[in-house]
């Protein structure tokens, strides 16, 4: 079961709100990854958590603030939010193995800041 | 700056020809690399993963890694319509988890 799943599949706010995104995996991967897409580009990673702590936090402004409650869950608290940051957010995840690092990801969640 | 170069496309083939789509990468210690497919709205979805030097076959999907030349391609045979889909290729340094992505390059498979 290759299966990482998000919620919510849209999400619209306003820049005054306080909205959280959500990743759950029960492939047993202690690596998990938030990424933002903007449209007709590559993935960009914004977060990585390894063993439940956070490993890689690529300078992301402080609006966004990541939480992995467990190793198979991965929140994304959104805060006061600008509208450049409306993008398709990305969570995956990957077991580390001889094979490499390969990271399945989920459906996203469209967010969309007025 | 470790950059994975992609030729943005779009690239055209007909229906049940050969696609290839092709990468380079910079970052000499890179050790393992992948093959996305993304549809409009959608997800990325692995689709290859390959490790070592040479070819590996899934069904109609073929990755080709050349290390001395940094260089990763993918071929899809007897391409479909279904295939029309941005492809992104991902490189990842030994001992680490940060990918690199490529730009991606759109692929039109038509009638």
């Known amino acids: 079961d290759t299966e990482v799943t998000q919620t919510p599949k849209h999400l619209v706010m306003g820049m005054t709100n306080k909205k959280s995104l959500k990743c759950e995996q029960h492939m047993g991967h202690r690596a998990m990854y938030w990424y933002k897409q903007k449209a007709k580009k590559p993935p960009e990673l914004m977060f990585v958590y390894s063993y439940e702590k956070l490993s890689i936090n690529e300078s992301v402004p402080s609006r966004f603030s990541p939480e992995c409650p467990n190793s198979s869950l991965l929140n994304l608290h959104l805060h006061a939010l600008q509208p450049e940051d409306s993008a398709l957010y990305l969570c995956?995840?990957?077991?580390?193995?001889?094979?490499?690092?390969?990271?399945?990801f989920g459906p996203g969640t469209r967010l969309t800041v007025l | 700056q470790k950059e994975v170069e992609q030729n943005s496309g779009p690239l055209s083939v007909p229906e049940g020809a050969i696609a290839s789509l092709n990468c380079t990468y910079s970052?000499?210690?890179?050790?393992?690399f992948f093959w996305y497919r993304q549809y409009s709205g959608k997800s990325p979805e692995l689709i290859m993963s390959?490790?070592?030097?040479g070819d590996k076959e899934d069904g109609r999907f073929t990755a080709q890694l050349n290390k001395a030349s940094q260089y990763v391609s993918l071929l899809i045979r007897d391409s479909q319509p279904s295939d029309s889909a941005t492809y992104l290729c991902a490189a990842c340094p030994g001992g680490g988890n940060k990918l690199t992505f490529g730009t991606g390059t759109q692929l039109k498979v038509e009638l």
């Open positions: 970052d000499r210690g890179s050790q393992s």
């Open positions: 390959i490790y070592s030097n």
């Open positions: 995956a995840s990957s077991q580390a193995s001889s094979l490499g690092y390969e990271q399945f």
